[in-house]
T-cell receptor, first 113, second 116 residues
Framework: EDQVTQSPEALRLQEGESSSLNCSYT??????LFWYRQDPGKGPEFLFT???AGEEKEKERLKATLTKKESFLHITAPKPEDSATYLC??????????????FGQGTTLQVKP | GAVVSQHPSWVICKSGTSVKIECRSL??????MFWYRQFPKQSLMLMAT?????????EQGVEKDKFLINHASLTLSTLTVTSAHPEDSSFYIC????????????FGPGTRLTVT
């Protein structure tokens, strides 16, 4: 059964303190791994798609990496405005027609000034 | 690009009434749209997958007669909560799939439904 586990559940950082969020996944075949950011009371905002092990993508202070079993979202020198819940999701090859995603529970990041 | 809107953003209704929520992809055509439900401090729960011109596919445990989904065009899907009850109060979010294959899902801003 496809499964996505994110850790930690919550993370508190001081402004400028870099860290990483983890997303472990179990799928029969990975079609794509997605990272989203969600602010309270809003819909998720798309950040990255990763397709194969070894791939990396960057956007401002965020960098996403992918291995065969997990993905990391690295946050470099975070600012208070990076505070949000970060969601990881995977698409299995069996869901390529439907586009269905399996979501993790999310990591809630709080960055204090 | 890839903007998805939802309307209304919040709605309060009385128990027993029906509520319709609209989801539109504003700058792209979406053959597939998805409806999610989210409880406080929890992740997204997929309710159904909607394809333009065909019947929606509901996830296990979701009552299809209670949550009516219509994907009328390549840019519009609607969710109607029929005979709403307080336990239906939740945050409903739609998404639209961009392209086919490994198409990213772009999410709407969500609709907060409160049933009194």
């Amino acid at each position: 059964e496809d499964q996505v586990t994110q850790s930690p559940e919550a993370l508190r950082l001081q402004e400028g303190e870099s860290s990483s969020l983890n997303c472990s996944y179990t799928v029969s075949g990975l079609r794509g791994l997605f990272w989203y950011r969600q602010d309270p009371g809003k819909g998720p905002e798309f950040l990255f798609t990763l397709y194969s092990a070894g791939e990396e993508k960057e956007k401002e202070r965020l960098k996403a990496t992918l291995t065969k079993k997990e993905s990391f979202l690295h946050i470099t020198a975070p600012k208070p405005e990076d505070s949000a819940t970060y969601l990881c999701a995977v698409q299995d090859v069996g869901s390529s027609n439907t586009g269905k995603l399996i979501f993790g529970q999310g990591t809630t990041l709080q960055v204090k000034p | 690009g890839a903007v998805v809107s939802q309307h209304p953003s919040w709605v309060i209704c009385k128990s027993g009434t029906s509520v319709k929520i609209e989801c539109r992809s504003l700058d792209f055509q979406a053959t597939t749209m998805f409806w999610y439900r989210q409880f406080p401090k929890q992740s997204l729960m997929l309710m159904a997958t909607s394809n333009e011109g065909s019947k929606a596919t509901y996830e296990q445990g979701v009552e299809k007669d209670k949550f009516l989904i219509n994907h009328a065009s390549l840019t519009l899907s609607t969710l109607t909560v029929t005979s709403a009850h307080p336990e239906d109060s939740s945050f409903y979010i739609c998404s639209a799939r961009y392209g086919t294959g490994v198409g990213e899902q772009y999410f709407g801003p969500g609709t907060r439904l409160t049933v009194t």
